[in-house]
């Protein structure tokens, strides 16, 4: 059940966080930790179907802190020692195994059943005090010159204002803020779309690879398949590649698309053999965007609301679960200074900035069809644990970006698309900062 008894249009909250997913339920229980009245408003009812099962394990220090990794030792999730790649003649890579470079407890993580993680993630933060409304909208946030003050909600199809010093876009892929604020920008060198299914009885590896993450390129090179395997002897498989690819001269029956693709795919093709679909074909599009701010006078924006990376790395959750737990150590700190100033509030944002930058840089050399790991790690071994690091979602520091130097020779690593957080020059009109979220 929700908590509806702090539903009052006059009431002033410390801070109201858009979306209840885990980039905001991570935000929202810290936030409540600190003492903090957090109202955190999700227009869907959870449970809910969301694609991105898959974890790093840098997630560890968050679900610590949490007081989360009970609940994730003790669930069903399988759990997650290693990435494999799969050429597209079908050869498979080495594992890359997180606990080779350390064997701590922290480098495991799990492979998560989101329709169950995301209501785990929302329970903890309701827990420790978070007020959480769900199946309500919110318009858009509103704004009192250049200071956001609060939100507009829908409920029951009329439009409630509702106050607080801090407003949380974690909204996702609605982007809300973003978008009513124009930062919201695709990466032109990342559009692409994805369709994917659930499958019964796909073939796993056995041992210490029997929940890695698997990454198989398609016979063309054109796409690749992503191979996840969850609880239940169940595995989230997907194709991506560009729209034009996938959607350009082949109908719109997106289980027919997503069945010749895997008949193109030797490497998936042999893993499904035996294997049942249980559930439709889905499409996503646009993976990849960015907002060209991470904050403003009273609001913040993190998780999917800031950007999302192509789902190769699976880094989507970590940078998520990462970003609301930095976004909240630094509100906790502008309200008990009183100043949620953009200045102030923009102090989280280097070191997601950078991790993302970091991860960025390793997609792009992916996407390069005349690049190979295998050739440039053979060259350069020195290199080897670097991209363990960046694999397992050790990228908050300086010291695995050495990479790039050598890597750069290689691959058009493009330019940094670090966020632009200028408070001088950077100017909204009240009329655009309160406008409908399209």
Known sequence: MDSRDSHNVNKQHDCIIIGGGPAGATCGA????YGHDVLMLEKDTFPRHH??????????????????????????????????????SGKESQPFYFTDRDPAE???????????FDPMMLDNAREKGVTVRQGVAVKNVLFEGDRAVGVVMIEDGESVELRATVVI????????????????????????????????????????NAGATIIIHTENKTGWFWFIPLPDNVASIGVVAPPSHLFTGRGDAPQAILDEEIQNCRGIRRRLEQAERISDARVTRDFSYSASRTSGDGWLLIG???????????????????????????????LVAGDVSVARLQSFAPPIDAAIGTIRKLVYTFYDRQFSFARF?????????????????DVFNDDVAEVFTELGKWVDLGDE???EENTDSEQYTATERNGTNP
Not at 30 to 33: G, Q, V
Not at 191 to 199: E, G, L, P, R, V
């Open 30 to 33: 810290i936030l409540a930790e």
């Open 51 to 88: 694609i991105g099962e898959s974890l790093m394990p840098q997630t560890y220090w968050t679900f610590k802190r949490l007081g989360l990794l009970e609940k994730m030792k003790a669930s069903a999730y399988p759990c997650k020692e290693s990435v494999q790649f799969v050429s597209a």
């Open 106 to 116: 922290w480098s495991r993580t799990w492979q998560v059943h989101r329709e169950t």
């Open 169 to 208: 876009d974690a909204s996702g892929s609605s982007a809300i803020l973003s978008r009513q604020l124009d930062l919201y920008a695709p990466d032109p060198r990342l559009k692409n779309a994805s369709i994917y299914a659930y499958y019964k009885n796909a073939e796993r590896d056995m041992g210490r």
């Open 304 to 334: 999917d609301a800031f950007g999302f990376l192509d789902p190769v790395y699976s880094s989507g959750l970590m940078l998520a679960l990462k970003s609301g737990e930095l976004a909240a150590d630094t509100v906790h700190g502008a």
């Open 377 to 393: 790690l053979k060259q350069h071994p020195q290199y080897h644990d670097h991209i363990v690091r960046i694999l397992i979602g």
């Open 417 to 419: 698309q670090a966020t």
